[in-house]
Each structure stands twice: as structure tokens, then as C-alpha cells.
């Protein structure tokens, strides 16, 4: 089998994948909207881990569904009450013909999921809107194929805090490209890390203590050929990475969420006698990337202080930065 080769890249390194922007950080405000808008006929899946999400349209999602396709994600700040930002998004697919052709026009397939930042910018009440998700999916839409993707307090990492609201958190994103014969395949992944936890280090145990909500979001993309039920077994192996980048994960205090997104772009070459080989080496790029991402949100996280306290980075030197 291949070894995937690790890119200094993002989730736009994907072709046809672009991601747009919406935050407030004044006011009351600290929080944010992301938007990830795929090609037409890209088809996705979900893995729900965390045992708080906030989540919208996850069921549509599962293999077993009529609608296969997928015409934006949606990540928001503002947990439960932010989940409002997918119905701007969809406003937009819906101005621009995207979506589940029905009598009389389309309904966008658009999954969101939110993080726990209510009241980081000091108003519980300054959470995103629907206008919010619009404004981010129209940011998507004028930027260029391939465009670099702004980190840290930027869409909705903008009020994300890891270890429990200790330190600031951030959105950060990554690319891995498999090899051999594969070489044509890139798989990206686009994290909003809230997280209860903070990055691993070997032979610490982590002791959550704060007081924050939390969740940690990614949205992993890829070029590949595949069926609904792969993207669903990729958004699972995933998590993986999300367990190898922070410590802990999937508590009950989070709602870990991954999206899997494919654009069906190109054949996977399939190993002569075993056929499986090349997706396990595509989902084993999926966790790494989804690990690069996360490490490059804290990263990239700029401090913050707002009426409600200040967040400062994690340590740089106790992050074990993307390699």
C-alpha cells in the first residue's frame, strides 16, 4: 500500500472546493459562520461522536437516505440558536439553482453543525443569523478556485476555545495527497477546533477543568470516486485523527462531529488483488489530514479579550505543530 504524502495545503487544494467566511468580534460579538460549497453533484456523509452536537440535516446524510448529494456545510458559533446560520446558506443555494430538484424549484441539501461560544464576546445573545450564513456562503462563492483559506479567528473559529474555555481556539485546515498510483487523489480537511480537550502529548493525561462548552467541527473533502456509504465510512475513520490530535475527545461535553465530502472527480486505482487497499489508504489520509487541521486551528489562534475575559493561545511550546 502507498503512503500518503502530507501537504503544507488546505481543504481548497481539493478542486472545485471553496470555503467562505462570516464573523462578528465587537460589540458582544465573538463568533462565526464557515461555509464549505462543493461542485454540484458532490456527495456526502456524516459520523456524529461527541455527546452534545448541535447538528441540522445529519440525518439526510445516512446512506440509506433518498437524497445523495450535498450543496454546502455549514459550521456555525452560537450552538443550538447558531444552527439558524444553515438557513442563509440555503437561501443562497436556493437563488442560485442548487439543490433536490422538485416540483416548482430546488431545496439545497445543507448540513450544519454548530460549537458552544455563547457569551464569549460578553452578549449570550450576539449569536449567528441566517443573514450570517448567507453572507458566508456568498464569501464562498467569490473566491477562486483553489484560494488560500484564512486561519485562526476567522468564520466559526472565531470565538472557539479549547481545553474547556482555557485557552483560545481556532479554525485551521490541511491536505494530504496519496502516492503511487494514486497521486491524483487529495484529500483536505477543514476543523473548527472548540474542543473540551487540548493537543495530545504522549504520556500526559488530560484533566478537563474549565468551565466551557465545546465541540470540535471538521468537514473533510477529496476528489475520489465513492459512494455515499464510503464518504460515511471516511467520515468515521476520521476520527481518528481527531483522537491523535487532542486529548480527550468525544466526551460528553462535546459535540465531535465530521462531514465527508467527495466531488467524484476522479477513479481510484484499485490494488490488483486487493481491491480495498486504495480506499484504506485514501480514509488513513482522511484521519491525517483531519489531524494536521486541528493542530493548524490552535496553531493559529490569535489571543482575545472581550467583555466577558480574555483567551489566550496554547502554549507554543506545548504544541506539537503540523510536520
Known sequence: MSQAKTETGAITDVPGIRVGQAQRSCDGWLTGVSVVLPPPGTIGSVDVRGGGPGTHETDALDPTTMVSTVDAVALTGGSAYGLAAAGGVQRWCEENGRGFAVPGGVV???????????????????????????????????????????????????????????????????????TGRNAHIIVGALAVVNAAGVPWREGETSVVSGEGLNTTLVVVACNALMSVADAKRTATAAHAGMARALNPVHTLADGDTIFALSTCAEKLVQHPSIPVASMIELQSAAAEAVRLAILDGVASAKPVTTPAGSLQPYPPARLRRPI
Not at 117 to 129: E, H, I, M, N, Y
Not at 145 to 174: D, M, P, S
Request: aromatic content about 6%; charged content about 15%.
Open 108 to 178: 439545497p441539501i445543507v448540513p450544519a453543525a454548530a460549537i458552544f461560544d455563547l457569551g464569549r464576546g460578553g452578549d449570550f445573545s450576539a449569536r449567528p443569523t441566517a443573514e450570517m450564513g448567507y453572507e458566508a456562503a456568498l464569501d464562498a462563492a467569490g473566491t477562486a478556485e483553489g484560494a488560500a483559506v484564512v486561519r485562526g479567528n476567522v468564520g466559526a473559529g472565531t470565538g472557539a476555545a479549547i481545553g474547556a474555555g482555557g485557552y483560545k481556539g481556532g479554525l485551521g485546515t490541511a491536505s494530504v495527497r496519496l
